[in-house]
Every structure is written in structure tokens, then in C-alpha cells.
């Protein structure tokens, strides 16, 4: 199948179930997407964790992430059959938009010279106080020109 899309699957299981009813909604999905022909690219277990606001009166629970690639009609089965497991308290599959994406180069950082870096090579950091440069100070009027003094002869 050629139109076959990279989606994000993460679903939240109840922290009270059992690590056989982890295992059956993990087979379901797995199951699912092998039906449709799709594959699944990536599998996490991130285990129980604190949710950020109550879930169906839970405070935690256990989470699993999912990256496959399959149709976008599989989608819908996935959905359908997460919204039917007693155990997913919440799930959210998202749509992988970057992952085919080059990373953009890093800038190549080239160090500067010792004399633009402010300070002598050897020596140690400190962070006494510079010199103060001399400031402009205001200006200073003209000498009035003064007379010529008188001659004497």
C-alpha cells in the first residue's frame, strides 16, 4: 500500500490494571495495524506516571506510546477500538508531520582569538571591575581673548 502515513499512537491505561490486561490492549492495537498490512515502527512502555489533571477519577496512570505507519482508515479502527477498552482511561493518536523531515544543519562555531576575548590567555577569570574608560567630559568653554597688554616704552 502506498498511501500508508506515520502516526503517533499514546494511550493511557488505568495504574490498577494488570500487567495481563497491559499486554491485551498493547495485542489489540498490534493486531489491528498487522490487519491493515501497516507496521509498527516503535513500541514504549513509559510506565505509570502522575497525570496532570484527574482522569476518570484517576491521579495516575500507566502510559504506552505507539509510532506505526498505516492507513488512514486504520486510524479510525484504532480509535474505535480504544474507545471500547474498559481499561484506556485516555488516548490521543496524532498525525507524524516531521519525522520525514531532515534535521537542519548545525552553524559550525568557530572560536575566537584570544586578543577579541578580553582577556590574557593563562589567566585566570576574574570579575574585577574594568578600567574605566574616560568618559567625555563636558565642554569647556573658550578662553575669552584677552587684551593686548599695553607697551611700555
Known sequence: M???????VIYILDPNSTTEEMTAVGTKV???????KG???????WGKRRLAYMVQKHREGHYVFYHVSVSPETV???TRNLRLLEKVIKFSIVKDTISHLKPL??????????????HRPGAPRTSAPRPAESAPSAPQPAPAPSAPAPETN
Do not use: C, F, H
Open 2 to 8: 502506498s498511501n500508508l502515513l506515520k502516526y503517533d
Open 39 to 45: 507496521a509498527v515502527l516503535k513500541k514504549d512502555d
Open 105 to 118: 544543519p548545525r552553524p559550525v562555531r568557530t572560536p575566537r582569538p584570544p586578543s577579541e576575548m578580553g
Open 30 to 36: 498490534e493486531q489491528i495495524v498487522a490487519d491493515a
Open 76 to 78: 479510525a479502527e484504532i
